[in-house]
Structure formats: structure tokens, C-alpha cells
């Protein structure tokens, strides 16, 4: 990258060798709106990253057993996490500002290494990205996540930066929509979106409420990337749509609360109930919208086992149609706004119209139109199942 300030600029991202030329709008002024018929963007490429330390079920019951005692007849889960220091450091009691200085430690580095494998996946330079994405809520930077991010793999100065740090679960999905949304106002741009979260250093050993054992119970560390631009080949996986939609009187069912230790998790165990009633009627009106008949493929966000049975109740799926996405969530665990990603990550043989689904506080429901390139043998109902790829790759 060239040394010193870029020239400014007063037109939206784009004007030098590196940026993507971008077609003149409409004459008359103002904000003009994209007109195609649908906008579509692809993914390019992915990149997933998890710390070295892991735990399973039973040793993760174990643990958590000297704080909820009750835990000692119970038959846990059989999922893997991993965690960016060993269990008994992860329990142990840290001040606020000792878990922000293991956060600014290792988030940056796991989204690093993300991005990286992204734009190798994808044959996209760094100095190609327009836009960067980050996505975070399990600690605070300032200068964002991006700034180092920058630095650290080679965007360029002029780079345009979007973080965003609040929307929990929901996050990852999220950016993917304000990535795909970026590309219809400005389709030959190259965006990365990486999200990295690190719930362990969220643990409370002296909050004994069921919000912190569940969460305790179910979340891993990790950072997942994807490189976004449009589909020259036609063979990718594809976004065509996607909203966000709130549910109404949940606002306290799910989020962090500060405070002088560091953040307190609130996982309200109504939260599979409120998905459950209100999931529907809000996917019905959205595919009805997007002009599915009924998704062929799924990626839900791995919440846990009690979400995935109520997505399961609420939309009345086939039998094998969450598949894929429990075998994420035994993979890896619950990596918050990460786990969109890594679930997107292993639709290797995904055909026809599908369906992303993620959840964060608020309660927000996101969606995402998805469609899986159609291949020989293959009918318009996607016949071919999408099979997750190996989480750590």
C-alpha cells in the first residue's frame, strides 16, 4: 500500500486502481435508489479460527459442578468448545479490566487469522476490500477491532469500516445483511465481514443464576470470516434478501448487563418459547416476500439444543433439515454472532432457495435468502443436503 493519506474522495468507496469502479446513478440528484430486479451477492470465500484449548461435555459438568452443585447427576451435552485460555483459568475471578485486556489479547488475533483464510478462500488481496465488517459483543476495543485488523492484513488506508457491536447473536447475520446491502448500491465491491467472539471471559463464578449456567454450558470461543462480492462464475452460494425482525414485549429476555466485574449474561430461559410462538408467522411473511415456496437448505444459529427444537416446532421441518446445524453446535458450541458464519462455512453441496436464520437480543429474528447453485442430478427442491465442513478449518 502506497504511504500517506489517500486523496479525498467525494464519491462512496471507489475511484483508484484498487477500489471497484462504480456504475454512474441516474441523473437528477440526491440518493438514487439501485433498480434490478433482485440484488444478489455472493460469498467468495470463508475462514474460520478457534483457540487451541478445548472442553467437552462431561469435563465442562465437572467444572461448572463446584458452583451448581445440582450439575453432578446431570448428563451433559455432547458438544466441544474451545476456549482461549484453559478451564480453570477461565473460572477463576478477573476484575472488568482483566477480561478486556484478555480480549484486546486474543480477539484480535482469531479475527486475523479468519480474514486471512477468508480472502485466501476467496483469491481476493486485501488491498481488494472495500468494505470490512467486524462484529463483536463479548468486549470492547476503541479503536474498533477493525483499525488492527487493518493494519495487521493489509486493507487499505481508505478502507470503509463498519462496526458493529451490540446485537449479540444476531450479529453475525446482521453483517452479512449490511454487506449484501452495500452490494446492491455498489455491486462490484469486495466486502469482508468477520465476527469474533470470546463469551469465556464472560464467565461470573460468583453469579449462581441460571442465565450464567446456561450460558456457561453452551458457549465457545472463535472467530469465523466470509468475503463477499458478486458471483462471476454463477456456481456460489448466493444472498438474495434479507430483514430483521423484533419480537414484540422480549427486550429483557436476552442481552449482557455491565457491571463493575464485567458483563452479566441474560439468557431467559423464555427465549425458546418466544421463538417458538412468534417464528413463523415472521418466516411465512418473509418467504412469501422472497418468493420461496419452501427453503430446500437451513442455517440456524447453533443457540443450543432448546433453539434448534424450537426453529424445529415452529416451522414444522423434515427431519434432517437442522442437521447440519447441530452438528455445528457439537462442533464448536454457541460462538454467538460467529456461529451464522460457521454454519454458512459448511454448505458445501447447498442447492436451490434456503433459509439462514440467527437470534440475538431483543428478541431480533434475522433472515437470509439464501440459494445454493442448482447441480446436475439435483431438482428444484434441493434434494442434496448441505453437509458442514471440518469447524476448524
Not at 469500516?161 to 447473536?169: A, K, M, Q, S, Y
Not at 464448536?332 to 432457495?353: E, H, K, P, T, Y
Request: net charge positive.
Amino acid at each position: 500500500m502506497a504511504a500517506g493519506a489517500p486523496t479525498p474522495r467525494t464519491t462512496p468507496p471507489g475511484g483508484d486502481g484498487k477500489r471497484a469502479q462504480h456504475r454512474a446513478g441516474p441523473a437528477g440528484g440526491g440518493t438514487q435508489p439501485v433498480r434490478s430486479p433482485r440484488p444478489v451477492s455472493a460469498f467468495l470465500g470463508f475462514g474460520t479460527a478457534l483457540p487451541e484449548h478445548t472442553i467437552d461435555g462431561e469435563a465442562g459438568r465437572a467444572a461448572l459442578s463446584a458452583y451448581w452443585p445440582r450439575l453432578r447427576g446431570v448428563t451433559p451435552e455432547p458438544v466441544t468448545r474451545h476456549l482461549v485460555a484453559p478451564i480453570d483459568r477461565v473460572l477463576r475471578l478477573r476484575s472488568l479490566g482483566e477480561r478486556m485486556a484478555a480480549y484486546a489479547e486474543h480477539a484480535p488475533r482469531l479475527a486475523r487469522l479468519a480474514s486471512c483464510r477468508a480472502l485466501a478462500a476467496a483469491g481476493v488481496e486485501p488491498d481488494q476490500i472495500d468494505l470490512v465488517i467486524s462484529v463483536s459483543c463479548t468486549g470492547y476495543l476503541c479503536p474498533s477491532l477493525d483499525v488492527q485488523l487493518a493494519r495487521e492484513t493489509g486493507l487499505r488506508p481508505d478502507v470503509t469500516r463498519l462496526p458493529l457491536t451490540e446485537l449479540g447473536c444476531s450479529g453475525g447475520a446482521a453483517g452479512v445483511a449490511a454487506a449484501h446491502r452495500h452490494l446492491a448500491a455498489f455491486p462490484d465491491s469486495r466486502v469482508l465481514v468477520v465476527a469474533v467472539e470470546v463469551p469465556s471471559l464472560t464467565f461470573q463464578r460468583d453469579d449462581r443464576s441460571l442465565d450464567n449456567l446456561r450460558a456457561a454450558l453452551v458457549f465457545g470461543d472463535g472467530a469465523a470470516a466470509a468475503v463477499l462480492g458478486p458471483d462471476e462464475t454463477g456456481g456460489r452460494l448466493q444472498v438474495h434478501g434479507a430483514a430483521s425482525h423484533l419480537l414484540p414485549g422480549s427486550e429483557d429476555a436476552l442481552g449482557f448487563d455491565l457491571r463493575d466485574g464485567g458483563f452479566h449474561v441474560v439468557l431467559d430461559r423464555r427465549v425458546p418459547q418466544l421463538i417458538e410462538h412468534g417464528l413463523s408467522a415472521v418466516v411465512a411473511e418473509f418467504t412469501a416476500r422472497q418468493g420461496i415456496d419452501r427453503p430446500a437448505f437451513y442455517a440456524v444459529h447453533a443457540g443450543g439444543p432448546r433453539v434448534f427444537d424450537a426453529v424445529d416446532a415452529a416451522l414444522r421441518l423434515r427431519p434432517d433439515d437442522l442437521a447440519p446445524s447441530r452438528r455445528v453446535f457439537g462442533q464448536v458450541g454457541n460462538l454467538s454472532s460467529a456461529s451464522i458464519l460457521f454454519n454458512l462455512a459448511g454448505l458445501r453441496d447447498a442447492a436451490g432457495d434456503g433459509l439462514a436464520l440467527a437470534f440475538g437480543p431483543g428478541v431480533t429474528i434475522e433472515l437470509t435468502h439464501l440459494r445454493g447453485p442448482r447441480r446436475s442430478g439435483q431438482n428444484s427442491q434441493g434434494i442434496s443436503r448441505a453437509r458442514p465442513r471440518n469447524a476448524s478449518s
